[in-house]
């Protein structure tokens, strides 16, 4: 059972354009979500996260949308540079109250490629 | 930021042997680190959480006596791949949380360790 799912497997857009990656998950439970941009044979690099009690949050080039009640959360990019060009992926978790740290569950990812 | 650090990168060791992976934060202390596998074209796949000073916690269907976790300092985690086979190649990633860095908890991860098992 995916709990967490990027169903492009892969992006392509024009450098300066917009690139927008997709993510839906299932579990209702899940009130934090990351995304994290990863080269090959590297360890991924955090991105840009959301709270569930925002719908929005912006970071320079990046912002990740959420829409909670179609349990669905994008992550735009603007203006998209070839530098970009990585495996990113979506990722979730619910918070634990009783301390120490949350599982986080990966979506497979969706590979971005930007032409120059 | 919050670095963490996998030994080796690479390894390729013959079926039956045993492998061990460090992972180790290097300007923090970590009380929790994760496992996670990498299959190909695959997501990241959590393995276990390594806890300092106690017990790993495994994922279901990871064998603990096959990927023994060791969390004895707050800055290094070891994954020993006990009697390596070829379906265990794969890669391997660490990550760890930094509560002081971190503003949502997020988790910061080693750079992988690809292991190859003849």
């Known amino acids: 059972d995916q709990q967490v799912k990027q169903n492009s497997p892969s992006l392509s857009v024009q450098e300066g354009r917009i690139s927008i990656l997709n993510c839906d998950y299932t579990?209702?439970?899940?009130?934090?979500f990351l995304w994290y941009k990863k080269y090959p044979a590297e360890g991924p690099t955090f991105l840009i996260s959301?709270?569930?009690?925002?719908d929005k949050n912006e970071d320079g080039r990046f912002t990740v949308f959420l829409n909670k009640s179609a349990k669905h959360l994008s992550l735009h990019i603007v203006p998209s540079q070839p530098g970009d060009s990585a495996v990113y992926f979506c990722?979730?978790?619910?918070?634990?109250?009783?301390?120490?740290?949350?599982?986080?569950?990966f979506g497979k990812g969706t590979k971005l490629t930007v032409n120059p | 930021g919050a670095v963490v650090s996998q030994h080796p990168s690479r390894v390729i060791c013959k079926s039956g042997t045993s492998v061990k992976i460090e992972c180790r934060s290097l300007?923090?202390?970590?009380?929790?680190m994760f496992w996670y596998r990498q299959f190909p074209k695959k997501s990241l796949m959590l393995m276990a959480t390594?806890?300092?000073?106690?017990?790993?916690?495994?994922e279901q269907g990871v064998e603990k006596d096959k990927f023994l976790i060791n969390h004895a300092s707050l800055t290094l985690s070891t994954l020993t791949v006990t009697s390596a086979h070829p379906e265990d190649s794969s890669f391997y990633i660490c990550?760890?949380?930094?509560?002081?860095?971190?503003?949502?908890?997020?988790?910061?991860f080693g750079p992988g360790t690809r292991l190859t098992v003849l």
């Open positions: 990550s760890a949380n930094d509560p002081g860095l971190a503003v949502y908890n997020e988790q910061f």
């Open positions: 579990n209702s439970m899940f009130d934090y």
């Open positions: 959301i709270s569930s009690i925002k």
């Open positions: 990722a979730a978790s619910a918070l634990q109250t009783q301390g120490g740290s949350e599982k986080l569950v």
């Open positions: 300007d923090f202390q970590a009380t929790t």
């Open positions: 390594s806890n300092e000073g106690s017990k790993a916690t495994y």
